[in-house]
Every structure is written in structure tokens, then in C-alpha cells.
């Protein structure tokens, strides 16, 4: 019986490497991706994943680098020759331009529809859009609206619009793209792929998220340290093998235990709050709890925690904090009455990635590190950074260090360091591991585990049901707006909480 010639990969790289001021980031990495196949690339923030890619998209220059196309050799010296390729990429941080409309920004890396081969025709830009957009049946995003209008999803949603509708390309790069999706629209995506596949074409995809990893991946690559430790089947590994293997340790816990009581006083008490997002919301917070919000595309998840956090305007209500009835009417002010809050989206709300740590951390309070509240005292200012710093576990160069140079976990790590800088009553914290690795997940699982332990009452939305059964006590659950159900999080499953979401009564529960 004659043997199967082997099959040339769509795409191989070999050699990989690159050092930033002599330090190594990627260290002779190779990998195949074949036609029609998911390949799953995991790894700790910091293994090196994220150079690879930019490797491979032109965006950076490789110390040493080959890289085969259906077994030919490719030069990439640029993204626009990543483009001419066929390689498509999507990355995690939104590299969007916000004061455009959704049809030019999925259009921003192809030719405008012209008239008369001069004029932009603007209908016929729009129905293309809209065709895209259909394509992967999103139907309620407007090909006209400024993109800034949109929520954090929908961008994302029209970032890979841009990326998968029209024409089939060669290879996708997904870079954490349902970091910023809900469930149902996670699933829109994961159709889209299936349907890639089909076409040929082969899917890099990047994840924190091991449900995602064995739900799509034909096959796995683990990298740690800036190298390639293996390339695994699905079927041959198990989520627990590939947390030792991307930490190089073992997580005997995925969520720290709780090693103190509720108390049963209330913190927090909220009646009848309504916003432009929030109708009619009544709920309580004690002492030391936990509570989750999940929820629909639209439930109001965000929009509560905006609004406790005095960035939305609240329209009817009261809010009472430790027996005192607050009038939080901007964010200052809610900060000053205790309620720190770290935003949904890191890099554009949360950080001023130009600035060093220190100044991220301690933005808020500067009344507290000046003199009459107008001359900084640097060596205070710089006290508190580091102190906060290690108390977060932050890893950092030095507390000058850029925070645009850090990766997702760390700069997370220095929202929480801000937030916990005044020992606040109230934690508002909205996807506080959103593309997060796994290592660093668990370090703020920790830190949430920590603040509640000394009487911090926390609020905190998370788009992984996981993550709110294993860190909550209760769980609210809202829908359009309104809350719909408040529920214990011990024993419920995810099945169980995502057919509360949809308004279903579980059968099991």
C-alpha cells in the first residue's frame, strides 16, 4: 500500500526569534498551520505569543525569521505585504479609529467604492457594509454610525467584520477576539470560523480561555519563556495539562478559597436606581461579599457600575453607603465617598498608557500626596506607587516604567492597585480579567479574594459565568435593563446561569 505523500502546510514558521535591548522575547519559535484548521496558541502573558504575531503581521522586524506560504518562501517586511498575502489579523486591542463611521472603518483597509472614479459613492460604501455586516448576521449596527458610539462589543464585532467579510483570505490571526464579546455574540464568531474552515482557509487563534481552546482547536501550541514547549491534539491534552504546561507549575485551585464570613451587616443598599441603562434596580451589598452581574448584550451590566461610579447621571434612586444617603453625581465624588471603580476597557478608560506606573496608580489621589492640596510631593507619590505595586504583585521593570510596555495582566494589576490605594468601602470592577493569561487571573482572583476578607463590599461584572460561580456569593442576574433574578452562586452551573440569562428556569436547578 502506497504511502501518503505528507501534506505541505499552509503556512510554517521556523526560526523565529527576537530580543528587545538584548533581552529575549522569542527564541527560535516554529509552528504549522494546514489548511482548514484551528491551531490554538496559548501561553502565559509574556511567552512570547504577541511577538510572533507581530512578527508574522509585518509590524515588527525579526531578529531571524523564515516563513513558508503553501511550501514558499515569504518575506513580510511590512503589513501591507501581510495584506497582499492573504493574512488577515485581529488583534485584541481595538485599532480602530472612533471618529470614523462603522462602513469606513470596516472599508479602511480596502479601496472606497468610487464615482466617476473620484468621489467616494457613500451608498454604495453603506450597502457594502451592511452586507458584511449581514454576512455574519449582525443586523443591529447601523453602517453610518460613528464607531465611538458604539459599545466596546459591537466595535470588536465590526473589527472582524472588517477582517472575515468579502473576500476569503489565506490565513486569520485571532488574537483574544471574544475579550470583548458576550456569549451570543462569541457564538456568532465561532459560526464565522467554522465556516473559514470549510473555505480552506487556516485559523491562528489566541486564548486565555480554555472553553474556547477545546470547543474550537483542532490542535494546540503551548509557549512559555518566549519558546515553543509543545504542539498537542486536542484530543491528547486536558485543560489541566495545559495549565502546567504554560506555567510551568500546577494550579491546584482555578479560584482561591474563601477563608473568611460575610458579614451581615449592609454595606451598600440601592432602591429603585434608574439611569439611561438601568430601570428601577433595587439590591444590597454586605460587608466582605462578592456579588456578580451578568447578563445579555443590553442587560445594563456596565451601566450600573457607571452609574455607582458617578460617571453616568442617574435619574431616580438612592444610594446608601455605610447608612450615609450620597449624591454621586460624578465620578470624584464617588471616588471621595469610597466607591473606586476599574472600567471595562483597560487600555482607552482606564489607563494613560504614555504615563508611568506610578502616575496611573496614583492619578486619583494626588490631594493625598500634595501639600495643601497643590505642590506633589514626589518622594511620597513614588512611596505609594511602590508599596501598592508590590501589594498588587505587580511585575515591573521599576514603578517609571511606561504602562503601555506591560501586558494586559499587569496593567490590569495596576487598575486594582489604584483602586485599592485609599482602602475603599466599595470595589466596582467590570471584567477585571478580561484578556488575562491564566497565571495572572489567578493573581487577581486573589487580590478580590484579599480586599473582600477586610470588609470591602465588591461588585463585579464578568462576561465568564465560571469566574462569577467560583469567586460570588450571589449573582444578579439583569435583563434589558431591569434585574431580574438574584441567585446564590454556590452550587449553580453554567448551564444553570446562562439559562437564567436567556430567562429560562434551568430544569436542573
Known sequence: ????????????????????????????????????????????????????????????????????????????????????????????????????????????????????????????????????????????????????????????????????????????????PTAALNHAESER????????????????????????????????????????????????????????????RTLEQIYPPRTTLVDDNILLSVKHLSTHGVKNMSFELRRGEIVGITGLQGSGRTELLRALAGADKIVGGAITLAGKRLNLNSPTKAWQAGMAFTPEERRTQGLILSRSIGDNITLPHLNEMSRSGVFLIPQLETQQSQKLGQAVRLRATSIRQHTRDLSGGNQQKVLFARAIATQPKILLLDEPTRGVDVGAKYDIYTLIRDASATGTGILMVASELGELIGLCDRILILRAGHLAKIVAAHGLTQAQLLALCYGEEPLDA
Open 189 to 248: 464568531l465561532f459560526r464565522v470560523i467554522q465556516e473559514l474552515k470549510t473555505h480552506g482557509s487556516g485559523i491562528l487563534y489566541v486564548s486565555h480561555r480554555m472553553e474556547e481552546i477545546f470547543a474550537l482547536a483542532d490542535r494546540i501550541t503551548v509557549m512559555r519563556d518566549g519558546e515553543v514547549i509543545t504542539t498537542l491534539a486536542k484530543e491528547a491534552t486536558s485543560p489541566g495539562e495545559l495549565i502546567r504546561l504554560m506555567t510551568g
Open 1 to 176: 500500500m502506497p504511502i501518503a505523500a505528507p501534506t505541505i502546510p499552509l503556512l510554517s514558521i521556523r526560526n523565529a526569534s527576537k530580543s528587545y535591548a538584548g533581552i529575549p522575547a522569542l527564541i527560535n519559535a516554529a509552528l504549522d498551520l494546514q489548511r482548514g484548521e484551528v491551531h490554538a496558541l496559548v501561553g502565559e502573558n509574556g511567552a512570547g505569543k504577541s511577538t510572533l504575531i507581530k512578527l508574522l503581521a509585518g509590524a515588527t522586524s525579526p531578529d531571524a525569521m523564515q516563513v513558508l506560504l503553501d511550501g514558499k518562501s515569504v518575506r513580510i517586511p511590512s503589513p501591507q505585504a501581510a495584506y497582499q498575502l492573504g493574512l488577515r489579523f485581529i488583534h485584541q486591542e481595538l485599532n480602530v479609529i472612533p471618529q470614523l463611521s462603522v462602513a469606513e472603518n470596516i472599508f479602511i483597509n480596502r479601496t472606497y467604492p468610487r464615482r466617476l472614479g473620484v468621489m467616494v459613492n457613500w451608498r454604495q460604501l453603506n450597502a457594502q457594509a451592511k452586507a458584511m455586516l449581514a454576512k455574519l448576521g449582525i443586523d443591529h449596527i447601523a453602517p453610518t454610525e460613528p464607531l465611538s458610539r458604539l459599545s466596546i462589543g459591537d466595535r470588536m464585532l465590526v473589527k472582524i467584520a472588517s477582517a472575515v467579510a468579502g473576500e476569503n483570505a489565506r490565513i486569520y490571526v485571532m488574537d483574544e
